[in-house]
Structures are given as C-alpha cells and as structure tokens.
C-alpha cells in the first residue's frame, strides 16, 4: 500500500505562483513513477506531469514552460512548481504513484488550486 499526501493548494491571482508537494509512505519501490494530475469541475482528470525515479519528465502541452515537476527521493516526496498561473488552471490537482507505467495507480486526495483572473 502507498499513501499519498498533497499539500500546497490555494488561491492565487492570474500571474502568480504556487508549489505544491506530495509526500508518498508505505511500500515504496525505487523506480517508480510519480506525477500530478489535476480535475476541473464537470471534465475528466487528466495529466499534468510526470517524473521517473532517474529524473525523466513527461509534460502536458498545456503547462509545458509555466510547470516544473522534480522530485526527491530519498524523501519520496514530488513537487510542482507552477508559474505564470491561468485561471484555466483551475482544478483539483491529486498526485500519483506507481511502480511503472502499466503497474497500479495510487492517488492522493487532491488540493485544490484556484486562480483567479
């Protein structure tokens, strides 16, 4: 079993800045696959990044130059940084793990980001 905390969500102003951060504990294996995803009201989750235990990322056109995922493992925590932030960026951004790209998903229990125009 992986638990997954968010942490980090809030409102902020078109333009401005957050970070979130996702802490995994329980059984974690090295090599695993983390990422955020992120849930707007009536639409479905869909990607917003993700990140390899040797450090590859995987961004969504859409954030693409604003987000930046990095990770710390010996932590097993992930982080967004989001920047130039959109009132389309509004959503319920949850977290993810798992062990590969086919292997199960474990989900955090989301933060909400707001951004106002």
């Known amino acids: 079993q992986v638990h997954l905390v968010e942490s980090g969500g809030g409102l902020v102003q078109a333009g401005g800045s957050l970070r979130l951060s996702c802490a995994a504990s329980?059984?974690?294996?090295?090599?695993?696959?983390m990422g955020w995803y992120r849930q707007a009201p009536g639409k479905q989750r869909d990607l917003v990044a993700t990140i390899t235990g040797g450090g590859s990322t995987n961004y969504a056109d859409s954030v693409k130059g604003r987000f930046t995922i990095s990770r710390d493992n010996a932590e097993n925590t992930v982080y967004l940084q989001m920047n130039s932030l959109k009132p389309e960026d509004t959503a319920v951004y949850y977290c993810n793990y798992r062990i590969s790209r086919s292997g199960y998903p474990y989900w955090g229990q989301g933060t909400q980001v707001t951004v106002s125009s």
């Open positions: 329980g059984t974690i294996f090295s090599g695993n696959i």
